[in-house]
């Protein structure tokens, strides 16, 4: 499976989650302090509120070009006032400003940012450096101990998670629901990551509930992957942006260590701790009402509009 990495030092605030937000008519919100965290569009924050193209230039070491040269991944210098260094995949719009680019090449580019997407452009060699290898791994894994990826049809491990109002709550509590599940991390600053899952789950949702004869056992669960910063308080004020004051069917929580630890193996998902930073890539899961793998979405390609008719449809086996 494709794997979409991004390594992200835990610094910032929510500021892509706020500008989302402000865009849709929340800007009512602005200033509110979230455990200790200022989420008001200050100097330094990432503010992308309006339509309009910020441009931030910048360098890093490409590890990775994908096969239609559409993707670069690429170890990114901190940028100053918007995140710190990172490794990640990112679109490349011109596919030809990555001719005679190779993995270990120094670059300098633009990030460009916009309240819902990003790309890179404006490419140019300026060196090149050896090992560009990233070795994945999987989260509180014991050594020679491996878990076997699910397939369609397998029974998810079950773990536990802290939800957003403090309740331990259990993969097993939701049968006889269709769940749909993605994983992400409050601090994450790209809108077309993290930030992106939870906007498809807000249109996902609201798809689901404008369909004549819907059903009404089926449940949408963010679950971060850092539940060291992610506390219920901050949970439930990052997530109160995108349920839109309207938390039915969606609930914000964050995996123990314990259950990270079995359920990442299981579905690709590769999140590591490095330092400050995490590194990881993007899973999204609809289990049918017996707790089974219904569909599973990888990376950030699919639509709002594929999970909420696979969510229909799982609720219905």
């Known amino acids: 499976m494709k794997k979409i990495l991004m390594t992200v030092a835990i610094s910032g605030a929510l500021a892509a989650a706020v500008a989302w937000a402000q865009g849709d008519g929340m800007g009512n919100m602005q200033g509110m302090d979230m455990g200790g965290m200022k989420m008001a569009n200050t100097p330094g924050q990432n503010d992308h509120s309006s339509d309009s193209t910020k441009s931030y230039l910048t360098g890093g070491v490409v590890k990775k070009i994908s096969p239609d040269r559409r993707t670069a991944t690429i170890d990114t210098e901190n940028i100053p006032g918007y995140m710190a260094a990172m ?15 190779s993995p270990g090449d120094k670059i300098t580019f633009s990030l460009m940012v916009t309240k819902n ?13 050896a090992g560009t290898n990233q070795a994945a791994a999987q989260p509180n894994m014991p050594p020679g101990m491996t878990i076997p990826e699910l397939k369609t049809g397998d029974e998810l491990p079950d773990g536990t998670l802290i939800a957003e109002d403090g309740r331990k709550i259990r993969f097993s509590d939701l049968r006889g629901q269709a769940v749909a599940f993605t994983f992400f991390y409050t601090r994450c600053p790209l809108p077309n990551y993290c930030p992106l899952m939870n906007r498809n789950f807000a249109e996902s949702r609201d798809a689901i509930g404008a369909m004549a004869n819907a059903p009404t056992n089926w449940e949408f669960l963010s679950i971060s992957f850092d539940p060291q910063n992610d506390t219920p308080q901050v949970l439930t004020t990052y997530g109160g942006f995108y349920e839109n004051g ?58 709002p509009r594929e999970l909420a008719d696979a969510v229909v449809q799982a609720a219905r086996h």
């Open 117 to 129: 997407t990003d790309w890179v452009q404006g490419i140019h060699r300026v060196g090149h450096q």
């Open 246 to 303: 309207n938390p039915s069917h969606w609930l914000f929580a964050a995996a123990t260590k314990k259950a990270l630890a079995r359920l990442a193996p299981a579905l690709d998902l590769m999140v590591v701790r490095q330092g400050d930073s995490l590194s990881h890539n993007l899973r999204t899961v609809v289990l049918d009402t017996h707790g089974r793998i219904y569909r599973q979405f990888d990376g950030n390609q699919w639509t």
């Open 87 to 101: 490794t990640m995949d990112y679109p490349v719009r011109d596919t030809n400003q990555l001719s005679g680019i």
